[in-house]
């Protein structure tokens, strides 16, 4: 390859790096609903055609952050059921990272599970979610094996919507409390849901 055509390559990968750092500080600054195509455009000084160069319109912009999101959220729970080889241990991790990962990460977060932004396909954004059921259904089947051998083929769907439930219901609900909403007695809520749900998994 030419000197000319590495270089070429490069300018490309700039520009589309910048388009998506401009694309994501109007999103941390403004929110979801304000981003757009003209709105890049105007902030990077550029006319607009010259973002449809790169990305063929606002939804594959959201497409790409959506993937991010997905696996950073997958990393992180991942790195928490590693920290421990009890499986029960392993769903509290589990969960605490996520809840950490949704506040941490909210814009990421809103636009994953679109709440307050126009939602990703989750077949395009992370093709390989049975990587994100499995994490937490693995663990699920073998609380399940000890104390009710034979049944966890029955119940650990039924159990892993459920504790996708607690989880993603406690974090919308906590995402539009008030401000002044106090974190420590959500996460308590979340804490003892997990505990309560584990506590029927083991019975």
């Given at each position: ?130 990587v994100f059921r499995d994490l937490v259904m693995a663990s699920i089947i073998e609380i399940i094996e000890k ?31 008030p401000a002044d909403d106090t974190e420590q007695l959500n996460k308590l809520v979340l804490d003892d849901a997990i505990t ?8």
């Amino acid at each position: 390859m030419s000197i000319t055509a590495e270089r070429r390559i490069r300018e490309k990968e700039a520009m589309r790096t910048n388009i998506l750092t401009t694309a994501w500080h109007i999103v941390k600054e403004e929110g979801w609903q304000s981003l757009s195509i003209r709105k890049i455009a105007d902030a990077i000084q550029y006319s607009v055609p010259v973002i449809y160069d790169y990305f063929e319109n606002k939804e594959a912009i959201l497409l790409e952050f959506g993937k991010q999101g997905f696996e950073r959220v997958i990393a992180e729970l991942k790195a928490a059921k590693a920290s421990s080889s009890d499986p029960a241990e392993q769903l509290k991790a589990i969960a605490d990272a996520y809840w950490a990962f949704a506040f941490a990460n909210k814009e990421y977060y809103q636009l994953m599970w679109g709440m307050s932004a126009p939602s990703c396909e989750m077949d395009k954004c992370m093709p390989e979610r049975s990587v994100f059921r499995d994490l937490v259904m693995a663990s699920i089947i073998e609380i399940i094996e000890k104390a009710n051998p034979g049944d966890a083929e029955n119940n650990a769907c039924l159990k892993y919507h459920t504790f996708w439930s607690i989880l993603h219901g406690l974090i919308s609900i906590k995402m539009v409390a008030p401000a002044d909403d106090t974190e420590q007695l959500n996460k308590l809520v979340l804490d003892d849901a997990i505990t309560g749900f584990i506590k029927n998994l083991k019975s």
